[in-house]
């Protein structure tokens, strides 16, 4: 039985799910108010989570509802009427890692598709075997294992379970994301969505009989961030997942924006697409990895152990994985600076987001295809005055040109150095 490959977008908000959808992705990842990974993130209230699910199969696009927290004791009571709402709703699928969690999706909303989560830890195929047993269609696998383990687990489960690994995003330094440092530091418990991520933060050790002395642990004198986990980024590796047996290809980020969203769906996209015809992507997919603000890059465990990595401190190499020392910050190459609304009459309608000028040199990225270069001379604001500099976020601007574009296309600058 032959499963058909899958890309899986984030979904923190309405805003981000419009923009995978317009991207091109196979199937979105979101959560409710409650029982999801990211508290951080905006989420779905009742409403807009029926709205979602509309808006998703109109577009035939399959939603799944994250219900992967550890929850406590006080909080079960309430979900059996959440999870049967989702059904009722139409999610086609619930992700779960606690076991009291997944025998309630069973119980309460039998006709959702049981996917078992990364938190789960699943390493091997004997726990997949048991997983199917139990119900479950999909196993998310842990972020630890490596390509020879992924067609190890693939050749010794079902025919029709499915394999789902992250491709790109945040990794973890904890074993699939179980962290207690959060917890022990600010009371913020990385297993139920609220993690402070202490992980990048820069450390100083005090010595008892010298308070207030504080001595840098370091690797050089910008500090020390020995927790700090590269980004994964797979882009020009996916043809070695689906040789291996991966089903869905997953990209992380439902705290992430909606350009952060656009930019990697539309991406991977591509690259899926060029690997699903045994070819490598383009340069501009490449290139557009680079346009999102990201840590440096990795390929995680997938080509063995990722201390092999941690020699460079070039945060412009993608390496086999492992730490990075140097700082926790984020490289960041060009500024999203609005959308498009409207293109018509040879005229471009747009909404800002962010400050840039008539001397600009920009780019437009429309869903599947390379990014256009575009430089106006001349916009307006929205009482129709000439203007040479958008400073107002969410005004509407209006802009000649004969580029033609649909909706919801995003506009960003190069960040000047």
Same mark, same amino acid.
């Given at each position: ?10 979904? =923190?908000?309405? @805003? ?14 979101? $959560? ?8 951080? $993130? ?7 989570? #029926? ?17 992967? %927290? ?23 699928? $619930? ?24 938190? %789960? ?8 075997? @048991? ?37 790109? =995003? ?12 959060? @917890? ?77 969203? $656009? ?58 994985? =492992? ?61 129709? @005055? ?29 960040? #000047?150095?």
């Amino acid at each position: 039985m032959s499963l058909k490959p899958e890309l899986l977008a984030p979904a =923190g908000d309405e @805003e981000c799910l419009i923009s995978a959808l317009d991207y091109g992705c196979d199937a979105v990842y979101l $959560a409710g108010k409650t029982y999801g990974m990211r508290a951080g $993130a905006k989420n779905f209230d009742a409403e807009g989570l #029926k709205r979602a699910v509309e808006l998703a199969h109109s577009r035939g696009v399959k939603v799944y509802l994250t219900c992967n %927290t550890i929850p406590l004791n006080e909080e079960l009571d309430a979900f059996p009427e959440f999870i049967s709402y989702a059904q009722r709703c139409g999610i086609d699928a $619930a992700i779960a890692c606690d076991l009291g969690v997944i025998s309630m999706i069973k119980e309460h909303a039998p006709e959702l598709e049981l996917h078992v989560s990364t938190q %789960t830890g699943v390493v091997n195929y004997k726990t997949a075997q @048991e997983l199917y047993k139990m119900g479950a269609k999909r196993i998310v696998l842990a972020r630890e294992v490596d390509l020879e383990n992924i067609r190890t687990i693939r050749k010794n489960i079902p025919e029709d379970m499915e394999i789902e690994v992250f491709v790109h =995003g945040a990794m973890c330094v904890s074993f699939s994301g179980r962290c207690l440092i959060s @917890e022990y530091l600010v009371a913020r418990n990385a297993n139920r969505g609220e993690c402070a991520q202490p992980c990048r933060w820069g450390y100083y050790l005090m010595e008892e009989r010298r308070p207030n002395e504080f001595y840098k642990v370091c690797e050089d004198e910008s500090g020390s961030y020995i927790l700090n986990a590269r980004d994964m980024c797979m882009i020009e590796h996916l043809d070695d997942l689906l040789n291996a047996g991966v089903t869905s290809f997953k990209i992380e980020g439902r705290a992430k924006s909606a350009y952060y969203v $656009a930019l990697t769906v539309n991406a991977y996209r591509a690259a899926l697409d060029a690997a699903l015809k045994g070819e490598k992507p383009q340069q501009w997919v490449l290139d557009e990895v680079n346009k999102i603000s990201h840590r440096p890059y990795c390929t995680g465990f997938f080509y063995g152990h990722p201390n092999q990595g941690s020699e460079t401190q070039d945060p412009n190499t993608i390496t086999n994985g =492992g730490q990075y020392f140097a700082d926790s910050g984020y490289m960041r190459e060009y500024d999203f600076v609005g959308t498009v609304d409207l293109c018509e009459n040879g005229i471009m309608h747009l909404t800002q987001r962010n400050y840039f000028t008539l001397s600009d040199e920009l780019e437009i990225l429309a869903p599947n295809r390379e990014p256009i270069s575009f430089k106006p001379t001349v916009m307006y604001n929205s009482d129709g @005055e000439q203007i040479e500099v958008a400073r107002h976020a969410t005004e509407k601007l209006t802009i000649p040109s004969d580029i033609t574009v649909p909706p919801h296309s995003i506009l960003r600058k190069p960040v #000047k150095k």
